[in-house]
């Protein structure tokens, strides 16, 4: 299977829903935004995080140091999973968010935060890509590698740093 879309509504809501959807396979979740942050129990950062709840998934997040209440909490959350690790980049305007899974790497790459606002308010657009094959011949394969290959050399950034 391999998938590419546009995604204009619940963009963020339909992320979390493919990691829920995988999350007893999911080994590494990559959430790459400047404003992450959902003070509701029904949003998509609730849905991460029950999907997180009782795997041994990797979390990488790359996010801007919070200066709001809201985004504190958002990471703090992240952090209580247990196995996040995050980075700080003052100057991050990047929105990408990658699941790898045995057998499955998904991603969405647009313009929407991991927020409310963004979910529910905001006009958004992003590309969501789906992979079940390895195969270096497959384009959507092959970008779904790129991206993780980005997110994982933007934490060697000099604007980055281990929060």
């Known amino acids: 299977m391999r998938r590419i879309r546009l995604v204009s509504t619940a963009i963020m809501g339909t992320f979390a829903q493919m990691v829920y959807s995988n999350q007893s396979r999911l080994h590494r979740l990559w959430l790459v935004a400047p404003w992450i942050g959902d003070d509701s129990t029904n949003g998509a950062l609730a849905l991460l995080l029950e999907a997180l709840r009782g795997t041994r998934a990797s979390v990488v997040v790359v996010t801007r140091p919070p200066t709001q209440a809201w985004h504190a909490r958002a990471v703090q959350a992240l952090r209580d999973h247990g196995r996040a690790i995050v980075y700080t980049c ?7 968010y990658i699941a790898e899974c045995n ?16 979910e529910l308010m905001n006009l958004e657009l992003a590309i969501e890509l789906r992979s079940t094959t390895d195969s270096p011949t497959d384009d959507v394969e092959t970008v779904l590698c790129q991206l993780s290959q ?3 050399d933007l934490r060697q950034d000099d604007d980055v740093a281990l929060a």
Request: no cysteine.
């Open 150 to 152: 980005y997110a994982s």
């Open 103 to 118: 057998g499955f790497r998904g991603a969405i790459l647009g313009s929407p935060n991991l927020t409310r606002r963004a």
């Open 90 to 96: 003052p100057n991050l305007h990047t929105k990408l």
